[in-house]
């Protein structure tokens, strides 16, 4: 009987996952003949993530938007560095996983990557994954891999004025520039009063 | 200072990770790095606090843990200087999640710097919490963030909207207290709180129907005159992308625009002309422009209808379609799905186009082609579209094949104009592709076999060709199997042939090396074999010169380790051996399974119950009592006589051949006692409820053709082992009848009688009678104590008599021992037997009860069986 029932466990399920395909199915009509309900259930155009990854699969930054916790932020990294590394040069830049979208775009050894809904425009966040990367050519000056390992946070920062709770905040490319500037000479200011200080302890303790 | 905090730079400990040549060094450098972050952080370091902090983010990236840090965070963020708030804050958002506890311990940090004079810092907070916020945090500080939307550097004002949005999403009550501070973004000139003032202005209406109207009432105009400036804006070397101002911002009007003209025409009608120009004077040769085509493509289907406007849409997705850009085509795939509710017929031209995607080298673009197709399919075009995916269905990858097999089969089931043409494509489907074929998939298509009574011959044959060259599709060999089990004879005599058919040769003895194969193979399956030994049983009747070879066959799996298999081959092997007359009845051909019965049940089962009902009716081969019960409910059709196969539905047969039990108690439907479907499983399972009267006449028939009675009587027989009594003579006996005639709505003389119940003949065959007396204990309603009383009305005496009863889950049942094992002849002297049953559902199932005797007569083994389903009500 063991067998009997293992056997019918293996039916069953999978059974059960067409169940699951006619449902998101009907779901998917259901949402197209009715739009803004859809709308209004959905959370509506933001980015859920954004990842950089190296062709030898290794992160470069990730930021998330939505709530992913610590084990399942390196399942979903895992996962699709196997989907998108694999993926062959002339394909579209869009890949569909678990019911999302990852926009991809590989700029030499790097490899950008944003993952939206399924509703989303795919082409507008080709062009916003540009946009960053247009930025941070201009911060660098011809950005490479290196510069974004060693200054990570830089590209973080970059990043933070770009996009902001997973929707775009500036399009303006000078403006972002102006931005991490104008915080940079702050940090840089308070690194040479530091010093400043600390001479002065330096010479006074003397 | 600490000999260990003063350690490496940050640039350093980079250069030493990547300097690693194995994992293992890596993982030595990691561990050194975190002791002495670690060792600062137990000292309280804070000159080089940043500095480690930046190392951890770094540590976290390349995988290792870091919670030990998430302190280290707060610290800096509560520091007075901007650098440490700056990589404080980024580690916040890095190193935490918004689940953390941690993360309530920010929120005052949060609030203050809200409040900070230093716009930066403020910028930063706003940042974080726009990232990272909980619902809590949400609510505790709105208020800045509302405030902040005035704020007087416009930076902080598109931050602060960002971070609404946010804050309408974790908590929609708040929706209103930002409405007016939104609308205010919207007459702003910078780009950065443009685009974020609409998108605020968007989510907005997505959360609140009253946004939504005010926005409606307030905006559509200014936005439209908006868009228009921003198309008709001059060269701004700035935003410009492609020679196209800003299409960020383009984007996000259009998709506001959406949002407003949805199910309002005044205000559709506002936007007609914006959205003309829109999708007329965008060049469409770079991304960006295509991006704003894409967008005002959606707004134009989904806004309210202009068919000048949706042509031109339609239009341009036909352009996006013959585009050699991958992407592009592959959006306008997206979108012509959506495009199909609004303008199926418009879709339909492109379907030439659409195929061809289906056949398309990039996996992601197959699967929406592949499901357009899907949506595109009618009762005209479905034959040749069918036909180029069988074809395509040969030549595509392996990881394709399951997705377009299953679209496949649903398309040929929904549309299929006849049956031929089903069986068709299903064979090719099952030969190309069988080991992707999901289970009802082919259920249903032996249902179809099974009521297409010209086209059986023509089926075996077709299978049986289809077997010699894809013998390696498991669902393929299934359906064969079973099919040449059931028609074997037309296989060999070519009955029924049809004018397209080329004729064949087979002889007996192909036809059972077809099932020897098969039940030989490494690869079958316990369901494969399972049929394989069934239509080997039916096949020694049909063939009796192979009847020999077919028993050596059987015999061979009597030391299966499969019980399943071994008693399959055992039963088997004995009726053959020993039950030569009445084999031929036994193995009559299936009566015809019911269509309607089996897709009504396919189609119920999948919204109704889900899987937890599924599951119920899983555990039952579990839920009886009995183990050596159990295997009876998978064989009840084939190897006891007194209770036959039809007693159902062909539905029914399907599943208990297979021992799944996909189906709900649909059949059951005369019983008022059953409560919903699906809960009174055992009833389902043992097939016997309440058919349609009809339906069981004529499968009795069918199956007991050598007999002359009349088909009532026939179905009295049957369907009623306690009938027989009835037509005897005891009135009391009659109840019974009615009651599984009727269902259990025959009123029961129990009324009125308290604890005491009537004793019903639970059991009766030719000469075989078993009585149940049944008492209660007061107090205990669920328990019910069964006299049994075993009588034989035959000249013989019955040695070795072993009673053996099974129940459902719900009940327990403890027997206790015989009175004695032999039962005299004649009716001199009986057995009695006491059985005490506790019923879990007491008042809402009646008692239900699969029994067995076995006895020997004059030194052979007997073995009858039946289930008791006429219990008085209340047990």
Redesign the interface.
Known sequence: MEVVKSMSQKTLSASESDIGSVVSMVDRMAGMMDCKKALLESGGDIIHFVLLISRQGKVRLTKWYSPYSQKERTKVIRELSGVILTRGPKLCNFVEWRGYKIIYKRYASLYFCMCIDQDDNELEVLEMIHHYVEILDRYFGSVCELDLIFNFHKAYYILDELLLAGELQESSKKTVARLIAAQDSLVETAKEQATIISNMIGQATK | MNPFSSGTRL?DM?RAV?ACKTAAEERAVIRKECAAIRAAISENDQDYRHRNL?KL??IH???YPTHFGQMECLKLIAAA???EK??GY?GL??LL???QEVLMLVTNSLKQDLNHSNQ?IV?LA??AL??ICSAEMARDLAPEVERLLQFRDP?IR??AA??S??II?KVPDLAENFLNAAASLLKEKH??VL??GV?LC??LC??SEEALEYFRKKCTESMVKLLKEVVNSPYMP??D?AGIA????H?RLL?FLR?LG??DADASDLMNDILAQVATKTESNK??G??IL??CV?TIM?IEDNSGLRVLAINILGRFLSNRD??????AL?ML??A??VDGQAVQRHRVTILECVKD?????R?RALELVYLLVNDTNVMPLVKELIEYLEVSDQDFKGELT?KICSIVEKFSPEKIWYIDQMLKVLSEAGNFV???VWHALIVVISNASDLHGYTVRSLYRAFQTSSEQESLVQVAVWCIGEYGEMLVNNVGMLNIEDPITVTESDAVDIIEIAIKRHSS???TQAMCLIALLKLSCRFPSCSQRIQEIIVQLKGSL???LQQRSIEFSSIIEKHQNIRSTLVERMPVLDEATYSGKRAGS??AT??TS??AS?NL??GVAK?SA??LI?LLDLSSDDVPAPSSSGGDFLQDL?????SQAASLSGTSQAPKSGTDVLLDLLSIGSPPAQSSTSTADILSPGQDNTSVSTLQRISSPSSLSAQGSSPAQAAPMMDLLDGFSSSLPVAGNGLTYPSIVAFESNSLRINFDFSKTPGNPQATLIQAKFSNSSPNVYTDFIFQAAVPKFLQLHLDPASGNTLPASGNGSITQSLRVTNNQHGKKPLVMRIRIAYKVNGKDTLEEGQINNFPRDL
Do not use: W
């Open positions: 640039r980079i990547r930046a983010m770094f990236m390349l995988g200087g901007f650098p700056r990589i980024l958002m890095l999640d918004e689940r930066y910028g706003l940042c726009g990232n930076n598109k931050k960002l971070c949005i946010r999403k780009h950065g685009i974020t998108q968007t989510d997505r959360v700035e935003y992308i800003d299409p960020f911002l984007i998709r949002v949805q199910g991304n960006a295509n991006a894409y967008e959606e989904s991958n992407n592009i085509r592959y959006v997206n799905m959506k199909i509710t080298n990039d996996a992601s673009i699967k299953a999901k289970a009802e399956d316990l369901t499969l019980l399943e999948l919204p889900g899987p599924n599951a899983l081969p579990n183990p159990a295997p998978d297979l021992g799944v039990d996909l």
